[in-house]
């Protein structure tokens, strides 16, 4: 839907629990059992290589007082030197292993959030809005990725570490480890009261900028007719309301974060102060050697700093945890099996099809009150109407049902007699193209990206598809016609350009009927008379209803519709309707005095 229509606030796609995500996690490891497994083993390595050598150290202090032979110092020399080479390299590949495992995790679960959204009902993804959608697949998966390549191998190998540390100093002396083990409780009280506080948090800022970026999207997808109704203020304030939101609770995240780092100081305080009265009294007593006492204070450290790593990195782990679980929870979001599958109709593309609207009536979930109420419209085979009307007035969302997005409470929308009710996705989409404003152009070979229509189109094909529609001339000059990569990390194509793939698109589809909702919105005024005409050159022979963004679109229609709050309150020709003297002429006036 366009950012015209007033609808309730959308709901957020299904976001998993924290068991959910780890048994996802769980799930796809066991599938790289090899990958696995050396990443375990090669970082229980490295972290026991590290705290070898502060054993060698203790070592090195008793020789020293008991007067060994300097042969006994040079060797422990050598073991030092190469518990330290071999923990670097251990490390090293830990880390990189690590990076590999959690980059293919990465990969497997974009790909499937992806096919999850474009398996959803369009229904659905209109009812969420783009900004959740957008945050998740885009925002999310990022965050997922910065997380991957620092915080979580820095979380995952000091907890190795940690544990192979803790191991170290109850083999040093078992009054000295539980001297050591004493700060731990401290360490999990911290963990305790800020983990389940912190994930919510982390989630309530995520749904956070997701709101802001459907704001932004809003106002950016409609901004001709926000300056056409004057609803700038209107729009800056609601993006600046969810800008403050997101500021908010990013400076309540940092402050949390702070309390959460002075509890961490705390439990290093109290480690460190138990292994040093522990360490006097065992001399004390003769129950230690002062190498064992020495090398304590110096595993300790070898414990609290990773246990600093990971409580100084969970701020940005947090965030990759609650960037996936709402990855996870798409995976989860149901689908209509039929979406993808073969259309139940097969319609005859060389005849056009008449679209007729009954009685339609709308309501968003949740809500009372309609956005369409007993709506009736005829648009002859082949012919073609154009919608106008104020911000609201439910323009999009008519569009959309007779595009077979969402299902109408009362009335029908009937393509030639098939009632679009009675079809699922993939046959609705055999009957009905839509284009709105929203256009993309997928990275890669052009000649790939017009073939998504029509996937056995022979290049001249694609070529007639692209003049049809104004393009010949810039494609032919591109560096590899038709081969040439566009997209990101591409050719970079303007909005006009863009515009014009899409209607490309449009022609090798070959659906009987268009639905186009403001579709050239974006393109501005430079070269709107062009892109107009391309409009119009790619529905020649089909039924066709256009979403006015400019009034010269409705002056091109055969009939023009005028909706008011969600009712057909006009219906004419345009100079039918200029003559009547009502709201469109009022509207048409109000044009061309700002034109």
């Known amino acids: 839907m366009s950012s015209t229509d007033t609808r309730p606030a959308p709901a957020t796609l299904r976001t998993a629990g924290g068991g959910e995500a780890a048994r996802w996690v769980g799930a796809h490891c066991r599938r790289m059992p090899w990958l696995s497994s050396a990443t375990v083993l090669t970082t229980v390595a490295g972290a026991a290589l590290q705290v070898l050598p502060v054993l060698l150290l203790g070592r090195v202090v008793d020789a020293v007082v008991e007067g060994d032979s300097r042969s006994v110092l040079v060797t422990i020399a050598v073991l030092l030197v190469s518990a330290a080479l071999l923990g670097a390299a251990a490390t090293a590949v830990s880390t990189y292993l690590i990076g590999r495992l959690g980059a293919d995790l990465l990969a497997r679960l974009r790909e499937g959030a992806v096919r999850a959204v474009l398996g959803m009902p369009s229904a659905r993804i209109e009812q969420v809005g783009r900004g959740d959608v957008l945050s998740r697949v885009g925002d999310d998966v990022a965050v997922l990725s910065k997380g991957i390549r620092t915080a979580i191998p820095t979380v995952f190998s000091a907890g190795v570490l940690v544990a192979i540390a803790t191991v170290g100093m109850f083999g040093l002396d078992w009054r000295l480890g539980l001297a050591g083990a004493a700060a731990l409780p401290a360490y999990g009280l911290a963990l305790r009261w800020y983990l389940p506080r912190s994930a919510p948090l982390y989630r309530k800022q995520r749904v956070a900028q997701a709101d802001r970026a459907q704001a932004l999207i809003s106002g950016l997808d409609g901004i001709d007719t926000v300056r056409a109704y004057r609803l700038e203020d209107s729009f ?39 292994i040093l009265v522990a360490g006097y009294a065992l001399l004390e007593a003769d129950a230690a050697t002062l190498g064992e006492v020495s090398a304590a204070p110096l595993m300790f450290h070898r414990l609290f700093t990773p246990l600093g790593a990971i409580m100084f990195t969970f701020d940005e782990a947090q965030k990759s945890g609650a960037s996936l679980t709402r990855l996870v929870g798409v995976l989860g979001e149901s689908a209509d099996g039929r979406l993808v599958g073969d259309a139940s109709v097969e319609p005859a593309k060389a005849v056009a099809y008449p679209v ?15 956005v369409l ?80 229509a029509a996937p056995d189109a022979t290049d001249a094909e694609l070529m007639d598809a692209l003049r049809t529609v104004g393009a010949g001339d810039w494609v032919e000059a591109l560096p590899e016609g038709l081969d040439t990569m566009v997209g990101e990390g591409g050719e970079r194509l303007d909005v006009a350009k863009v515009a014009q793939i899409a209607l490309a698109r449009l022609v090798l589809g070959r659906a009987p009927v268009v639905v186009l909702d403001e579709s050239t919105a974006e393109a501005g005024s430079e070269g709107a008379a062009e892109l107009e005409r391309a409009v119009l050159a790619a529905c020649v022979g089909r039924t066709t209803l256009f979403v006015a963004h400019r009034l010269t679109q409705a002056m091109a229609a055969d009939r023009i519709a005028v909706l008011d709050a969600g009712r057909v309150v006009e219906q004419g020709t345009h100079d039918d309707l200029v003559a009547l003297g009502g709201r469109y002429a009022r509207l048409w006036r109000a044009w061309r005095e700002g034109s």
């Not at 709308?362 to 009372?368: L, V």
């Not at 007993?374 to 049902?401: E, M, N, Q, R, W």
């Open 236 to 274: 800056r304030e609601k993006v600046t309301q969810e800008s403050w939101r997101v500021r908010d609770l990013g400076v309540e995240v940092f402050r949390f974060f702070g309390r959460f780092v002075g509890r961490e100081n705390r439990a290093e305080f109290i480690g460190l102060v138990l």
């Open 373 to 452: 109420t007993d709506v009736d419209l005829t648009i002859p085979a082949g012919g073609s109407l154009a919608l106008v009307g104020a911000t609201g007035a439910g323009k999009s969302t008519l569009a959309a049902l007779i595009a077979g997005i969402g299902t109408p409470q009362a009335g029908s929308v009937r393509i030639g007699s098939q009632d679009l009710a009675e079809l699922d996705e993939a046959a609705a989409r055999g009957l009905v193209s839509i284009l709105t404003q929203e256009t993309h152009v997928f990275s890669g070979p052009l000649a790939d990206d017009l073939r998504l």
């Open 356 to 370: 007729t609207v009954e009685g339609l009536t709308f309501s968003y979930p949740d809500t009372d009150e309609p």
